[in-house]
């Protein structure tokens, strides 16, 4: 499937020179992914990061915008807190997992680059 590349306003923010997956590309089987918790998508064009709380599934660039370190760890390991917040190992930025939001810590006022996903039969996909 084709891609898209990143708006420019995103993808400076994100200081990310890559392409999102097209809809209906699959990213990561459902249950491969912790609830709640996260994991990179299978897609190599952009690091991609799914969140899982509950129904709750969500995917973002794998990019703090406070200072452009992953948001996961290298083992792929996520930190979420209180099945609501993703937490950047690095400085503590929490974001909200539903928006992406700034939810505190030194990202204050920015947010994370959303990646439009879906779940089709068991599978994460692309929106």
């Given at each position: 499937?084709?891609?898209?590349?990143?708006?420019?306003?995103?993808?400076?923010?994100?200081?990310?020179?890559?392409?999102?997956?097209?809809?209906?590309?699959?990213?990561?089987?459902?249950?491969?992914?912790?609830?709640?918790?996260?994991?990179?998508?299978?897609?190599?064009?952009?690091?991609?990061?799914?969140?899982?709380?509950?129904?709750?599934?969500?995917?973002?660039?794998?990019?703090?915008?406070?200072?452009?370190?992953?948001?996961?760890?290298?083992?792929?390991?996520?930190?979420?807190?209180?099945?609501?917040?993703?937490?950047?190992?690095?400085?503590?930025?929490?974001?909200?997992?539903?928006?992406g939001a700034c939810a505190g810590g030194p990202a204050?006022?920015?947010?994370?680059?959303?990646?439009?996903?879906?779940?089709?039969?068991?599978?994460?996909?692309?929106?």
């Amino acid at each position: 499937m084709d891609a898209f590349p990143l708006d420019a306003e995103s993808a400076a923010g994100a200081g990310v020179s890559a392409a999102l997956p097209a809809p209906g590309t699959a990213l990561k089987a459902l249950d491969a992914i912790p609830d709640p918790g996260g994991a990179p998508a299978d897609y190599a064009p952009a690091p991609i990061l799914i969140v899982r709380s509950g129904e709750t599934v969500t995917a973002f660039l794998n990019v703090c915008p406070h200072q452009g370190r992953p948001l996961c760890l290298p083992s792929g390991r996520t930190l979420v807190s209180e099945g609501r917040f993703l937490v950047c190992p690095f400085h503590g930025a929490s974001f909200d997992i539903a928006t992406g939001a700034c939810a505190g810590g030194p990202a204050g006022g920015s947010r994370l680059t959303a990646v439009p996903v879906q779940v089709a039969d068991g599978m994460v996909v692309a929106a």
